[in-house]
């Protein structure tokens, strides 16, 4: 299994690569008219309006820092038996990292009502948690969501030049 490596505040965090299409720079985003504090801006790619949410603010509460290390992390979110594109954009996105499902463990202490279980990979640096996209946002609104992406595919649509 290969893991790629991103940070939120001082910790690194770990997202399994299979549901991972792509990783880009960080580049300019259309702004939302959507009030949703953990979506930063809408991504222009392939000619649809992505939105992006900002892994350090859902975990920590700020937003990223355009650095150098800074991406976006294009990656398929299964949610009401739909698979919808959205991008993370993350700092530290700078390595990846191969392990088998034998290095991963799952902590047994119980999580309280709302808590995101995860998983982690000790490495030679510390520990890594593991997330992935379904469990990331499960305790975020889904409907702000999916109301952004269908505001993104209204924007799209409103705005396509072969439509004149």
Known sequence: MRLLICSAGNEKY???CSGIREVIPHVGLKPTLNSVPFVVGLLDYHKSLIPIIDLNWIISGTVSRPRHSTRIILADWEHGGRTILLGI????????????????QTPLNEFESGQCPTSVIYTEEG????????????NINSADLLQLKGEALRHTRQFNPCSF
């Open 127 to 138: 520990s890594i948690q593991l997330f992935n996209i379904n469990s990331l946002l499960q």
């Open 89 to 104: 954009i993350s700092e530290g996105v700078t390595e990846t990292l191969k392990c088998s499902e034998s290095d991963i």
């Open 14 to 16: 770990a997202l399994d």
